[in-house]
């Protein structure tokens, strides 16, 4: 099955930019996912870029896809104090009969200091 | 407004003694699903439901139960839960075609002692 990983922590200075790292393994994947996780709260939705594509630009977030490495990034410019949360990566993949199954993963606490 | 509601929001029982964690989603979505979330894991799949009376088993389904009896439901049932089910719990629906998010409800903390 799909297996994604990203590393779990990230810090950064406001104002700076974050980079959110995220790998996965199935070369089939047709949409891939940003989600963000604040604290108390379940996840929600933030963007995300089909597999065609190799950048997607939405305001402050970029996502950067490279298939042939099967590496996803997600840049935070000028970051906030209120972009403190869990990033997930997710990826979509065909899991037959026209269903998709969605494979997270474990997440990364961006930390910025103020 | 379209969402997941699950309820209740937190929930502390003691080993041994059943409980029912309800979900409910409100934009006929067609596929459900139940998550816990710990640290360092990150979310694993529990259950997940591709329709009515249709389900499957996830990641880590051991000692729990689910049904979905009406489309719009798909409660999560601990038959006698244990200290190491101590997790954030997450209902989730999409209508599961492609480039279809999931949706999330906002989590049930549960403590079981």
């Known amino acids: 099955g799909e297996d994604v990983e990203q590393s779990l922590f990230l810090s950064v200075r406001e104002g700076d930019s974050s980079v959110i790292n995220c790998t996965y393994t199935?070369?089939?994947?047709?949409?891939l996912y940003w989600y963000k996780q604040e604290p108390g709260a379940g996840l929600q939705l933030l963007t995300y870029?089909?597999?065609?594509?190799d950048m997607k630009q939405d305001q402050r977030l970029t996502v950067l896809l490279n298939k042939k490495d099967k590496h996803l990034s997600l840049r935070i410019a000028d970051t906030q104090t209120g972009d403190s949360a869990i990033y997930f990566c997710?990826?979509?993949?065909?899991?037959?009969?026209?269903?998709?199954?969605?494979?997270f993963g474990k997440g990364t606490k961006l930390s910025v200091i103020p | 407004e379209a969402q997941v509601t699950q309820n209740p929001r937190y929930l502390i029982t003691v080993t041994g003694k059943k409980l029912t964690v309800t979900c409910s989603q409100n934009?006929?979505?067609?596929?459900m699903s139940w998550y816990r979330q710990d640290p360092g894991l990150g979310l694993r799949q529990i259950y997940y439901?591709?329709?009515?009376?249709?389900?499957d088993k996830g990641d880590v389904p051991e000692g729990y139960k689910v049904s979905r009896k009406e489309k719009r439901n798909f409660p999560l049932i601990l038959e006698s839960p244990s200290p190491n089910q101590t997790s954030l719990y997450f209902c989730?629906?999409?209508?599961?075609?492609?480039?279809?998010?999931?949706?999330f409800g906002n989590g049930t903390r549960l403590t079981v002692t």
């Open positions: 989730a629906s999409s209508s599961r075609t492609v480039n279809s998010p999931l949706h």
């Open positions: 199935d070369s089939s994947s047709t949409y």
């Open positions: 870029i089909f597999s065609n594509m």
């Open positions: 997710a990826v979509d993949a065909y899991s037959g009969a026209g269903s998709y199954q969605l494979t």
């Open positions: 934009m006929n979505h067609e596929y």
């Open positions: 439901s591709m329709n009515v009376e249709v389900t």
